[in-house]
Structure formats: structure tokens, C-alpha cells
DNA sequence: TCGTTAATAT
DNA sequence: CATATTAACG
């Protein structure tokens, strides 16, 4: 059934040194986040694919301008809220060893299998759908008919892929929030990701508190092999969060981003598309190596118009299935789903 | 309602 | 088999 439906979008906002005052401190939120203008608009919202692909329609109105504004606006109340409440984890800045930003995270939404090939010059080689028997989703729009960009939403979402650069966030966020406050609301919040829902972060929150509960287990580290993304990320010194209300926590501060535009110099990072392989797993860490020999091209819509922004990126959708950028295959990909890859560039 | 944890799906 | 989603429970 589902279908692959890539998307990405963006959205994160970036943080940048730490404020004292709590308003200085907003206010640099507020200049960091994207602001409804920057939002921008996902270039495609997540459709069932089945529903795209059975009526070949591209997916509807998704969000709008104004439900993108409306929806940040939500977010920096929260977050207003979270700050005053929070007390003080000082921003810092965020990367200090990759160096990186934060990007904006930018869902990808690209169909793949199912969807809209209508126009497809050729794409005749439209992986055989089962057969459409009844596989026409009895569900069609009516049920609810919330033109709404939320009736959109409710609909079934696209498996989600936590592309390194989310988890990046998503690490850094926890990190940030201490064990004690690193819960699925506050993080999905902190992390701002539009389309990111409590669920996906209550999920990747669960593995990945499996995962530090194996690494502290099991002598010093050796991030073995699997957990490929987790093992690419830095572990936070889990330090019992303190602060509760008061002030300084020992937390090392992670720093939420901020409106740094990203020099987009020749890094090579830029935010788009390295669909082709990758999705996760590293077994070390990184070094972006794109090597653009990808062939799979998807026109990654993304519309990022964010100006500052930066970008991560979710991605839904499958892919083939991550090779290995420095020479290491793994193997296990028997039949994989889907997964798409995003661009990570950590 | 939210956060966890277990089960189920892909 | 790994990872993400859905269900169930406190």
C-alpha cells in the first residue's frame, strides 16, 4: 500500500548564541524562525499515495500560506511558553564540530512508485501495482471533507525517514532539553519541523533511548554497527537534567538555531537533493561524500523559500536502499520498503 | 491529554 | 532485520 511518497520541506529554524533575557532571547527565536513568508510552502503535501496514484492527482492544496503562519505562530507560542518556563538552557551554538546549522527542514515529497505519473513521458516502468482490485481505496474523500489542509494531514501520513539531519536536530534538541524534559511534545516542538508529529518523535525518542541504554550498557562505545544513525551522532552526556526551574542547569547548552543564512559556499551542501543513496547509515561518521553519482534523479520540488532558513529535511517515501559512501555496503537490505534519502549533510 | 511501552506493519 | 506506526496502558 503506501506508497512512496517522498517529500521534504523545510522548516527548521536556527538559533544562534545564547540571549540572557528571556524577551532578547524570544526575540532572537522570533527573528530566527521562519516566519510564514519563509515558511514556505511544501511543494506537495503528503497525499495517500494510493489516493494520488489511483486518481492521479497531485496532491491537493496542502498547506496554505496562511495555515504554514498559522501553524508557526502556534509553534512560537509554545515555544514562548517553553522558554519562560524552561529557564534557561543557554543556546549556544549549535554545531560547534560539524560546523554545520541547522537547515530548514525540507520535507520531500516526491512520489515515486505511485505517483503522479500521468504525464510521465515514459515512465511506463511504473513498478506493477498490485493489482488494482480493490486496491482502489474504497476511502475516497468523503468521509471528511475538510478541504483543510488538516483533513490532509489526518489522512494517512507517508512513513516518515529520519534523515540524519533530522535526527541531527532531534539529537541536539534532547541534548538540549536534558533527559528530564526530552519528551515527545517539547522536542517536536523544539525541533520545528513542520510535519513532524508528536507520534514520530514519541517513536525515534523510544529507539533512541534503546539505543543510549545499549551504548551505556555495553562498555565505552563502540557504536557497533547497526544503529547506523544513531551511531553517527554524538551522545549527549546524558547529565540529569537539572534545572528544573530555575536556572542554569549544568546542561551544556545546544543551541536552537537561529536566522544564520547558511553560506552556501562551496561546501557542497546544499540543500537539495542527494536522493540517490543514502538514506541512513553510516557506519562512522560522515564526511558528506555525495558523490553525485546517484542516478536515481526525483525532481525534488522543494520550494524552499525560506531565506534564511535552514534546512533539514524529512523525507518520506522509499528508496533503494543506502550503499555506502565510503565503501561500505551493507547488506542487509533484502527488500526494503522504502525509504527515501534525504540530504543530509550534517 | 500526554508519555511509555508493546505490538504490528512495511 | 531494522525502522516507523499504531494500539494499549498508566
Request: aromatic share 6%; glycine share 10%.
Amino acid at each position: 500500500m503506501g506508497e512512496e511518497v517522498k517529500m521534504t520541506e523545510c522548516e527548521i529554524n536556527d538559533g544562534e548564541d545564547n540571549i540572557n533575557g528571556d524577551d532578547e532571547r524570544i526575540a532572537v527565536w522570533e527573528m530566527g524562525l521562519p516566519t510564514p513568508d519563509d515558511l514556505t510552502p511544501l511543494s506537495q503535501l503528503l497525499i495517500p499515495p494510493e489516493l494520488a496514484s489511483a486518481f492521479s492527482i497531485c496532491p491537493e492544496p496542502h498547506r496554505t500560506p496562511l495555515d504554514v503562519n498559522r501553524a508557526s505562530q502556534t509553534t512560537l507560542s509554545n515555544i514562548r511558553g517553553q522558554l519562560n518556563v524552561l529557564s534557561s538552557n543557554n543556546f549556544k551554538s549549535f554545531n560547534e564540530t560539524t560546523g554545520q546549522t541547522h537547515d530548514p527542514i525540507v520535507v520531500d515529497l516526491d512520489n515515486k512508485t505511485g505517483a503522479v505519473e500521468r504525464d510521465g513521458p515514459g515512465s511506463e516502468a511504473r513498478k506493477l501495482r498490485r493489482v488494482d482490485s480493490e486496491e482502489a481505496d474504497s476511502r475516497t474523500e468523503n468521509s471528511a471533507e475538510d478541504p483543510s489542509s488538516e483533513a490532509a494531514r489526518a489522512l494517512k501520513r507517508p512513513r516518515l525517514v529520519w534523515t540524519p539531519q533530522l535526527h541531527k536536530r532531534f539529537v541536539d534538541v534532547v541534548g538540549h532539553l536534558g533527559i528530564k524534559n526530552a519528551v515527545p511534545k517539547t522536542i517536536m516542538q523544539l525541533m520545528n519541523v513542520e510535519g513532524l508529529t508528536r507520534e514520530n518523535v514519541a517513536s525515534h525518542l523510544q529507539k533512541y533511548r534503546l539505543y543510549l541504554k545499549r551504548m551505556q550498557g555495553l562498555s565505552s562505545d563502540g557504536p557497533s554497527a547497526s544503529d547506523q544513525l544513531f551511531a553517527s551522532t554524538p551522545l549527549p552526556q546524558s547529565l540529569p537534567e537539572s534545572s528544573g526551574g530555575g536556572g542554569g542547569n549544568g546542561n551544556f547548552g545546544m543551541p536552537i538555531p537561529m536566522p544564520y543564512h547558511h553560506t552556501a559556499t562551496a561546501g557542497g551542501m546544499m540543500p537539495m537533493p542527494v536522493y540517490g543513496h543514502m538514506g541512513m547509515q553510516m557506519g562512522n561518521n560522515n564526511g558528506h561524500n555525495n558523490s553525485s553519482s546517484g542516478n536515481h534523479q526525483h525532481h525534488q520540488v522543494s520550494i524552499n523559500g525560506h531565506q534564511n532558513g535552514y534546512s533539514g529535511n524529512i523525507a518520506y517515501g522509499h528508496m533503494f536502499q543506502q550503499r555506502d559512501w565510503n565503501g561500505n555496503h551493507y547488506g542487509s537490505y533484502t527488500h526494503h520498503p522504502h525509504q527515501v534519502a534525504p540530504n543530509d549533510n550534517m
